[in-house]
């Protein structure tokens, strides 16, 4: 398995608290919800989530759909979703264990299939196999999405950046997803905001490392620049 796998994955099981502080703090002026409503609008929908973590968009999300339900491979990162979803007082929302490959889910059941974050691990995570792999998560969405309903993905387009700079991998991936699997996209600026310096620090080393930390918060900023792409396709 490699090295960046089991980094992620330590996080996702033993720093899922952690997690959820630090993308709180993301997307600071409120720009992905409103992207999101103008993409598909979210009033009344049959949700379904994929690789939801700590469910930083399960809560956005269920402001308005009728219905979310959650899915994540890390009971962990369930566990914090489900501290979170509870504190909301909605109760339009559930949850369960679900690998984004297999999901535990009759078809034909969701006007909208969602991901943020979780997909592109796979370039990284099954670097021979990702295509391969992506398409199987992208026909799960299809599968599960009723004919008319939508599939959106969300994913960093660079952190640290003030204009969309992915990795070459990740540029490899998000064009595949264009122009080989009829997804249109779009991007934002979802920047970072901390309460303190202190804070800034804390919750970008151990997420993004020493050099992101030391490279956009020198000199005590507590705002880190961040550009998120959006990407969507609606089933006939
Ligand atoms: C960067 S986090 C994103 C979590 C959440 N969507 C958010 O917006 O913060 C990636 C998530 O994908 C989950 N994940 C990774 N591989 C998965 C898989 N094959 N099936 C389901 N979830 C998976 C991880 O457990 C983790 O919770």
């Known amino acids: 398995m490699s090295s960046r796998r089991n980094f992620f994955q330590g996080i996702y099981r033993h720093q899922a608290e952690r997690y959820d502080r630090l993308v709180a703090r993301e997307d600071a002026q409120g720009k992905l919800f409103g992207a999101l409503n103008e993409i598909t609008p979210l009033g009344g929908l049959k949700v379904v989530e ?5 469910g930083r968009l399960t809560r956005l999300l269920a402001l308005q759909a009728a219905q979310i ?11 914090q ?15 369960a264990l679900g690998d984004n490959c297999l999901m535990p889910l009759a078809s034909d ?3 909208l299939v969602i991901e943020g974050w979780s997909f592109a691990h796979v370039r990284e995570w099954h670097p021979q196999c990702w295509r391969q792999r992506t ?9 599960i999405a009723k004919p008319g309903g939508a599939a959106v993905l ?15 991998k990740l540029a490899e991936l998000y064009q595949y997803w264009q122009e080989q699997c009829g997804f249109q996209s779009r991007w934002i600026r979802t920047d970072f905001q901390f309460a303190s310096p202190a804070e800034a620090d804390e919750l970008t080393r151990f997420f993004f490392g020493d050099a992101l930390a030391d490279d956009c918060l020198a000199g005590g900023g507590v705002m880190l620049p961040e550009c998120t792409g959006i990407w969507w396709k609606h089933f006939s």
Do not use: H, Y
């Not at 339900?69 to 566990?79: G, K, N, Q, S, T």
């Not at 398409?135 to 599968?143: A, G, H, K, N, P």
């Not at 969300?154 to 070459?168: N, V």
């Open 50 to 54: 994929f690789g939801a973590g700590t």
């Open 69 to 79: 339900r959650a899915f994540d491979i890390e009971p962990a990162m369930l566990w």
């Open 81 to 95: 979703l489900a501290l979170q979803m509870r504190a909301t007082g909605m109760r339009n929302w559930a949850m």
């Open 109 to 111: 059941c969701a006007d």
């Open 135 to 143: 398409d199987v998560m992208l026909r799960e969405m299809e599968r």
């Open 154 to 168: 969300i994913e960093t387009l660079g952190t640290g950046k003030r204009r969309p700079q992915p990795s070459t």
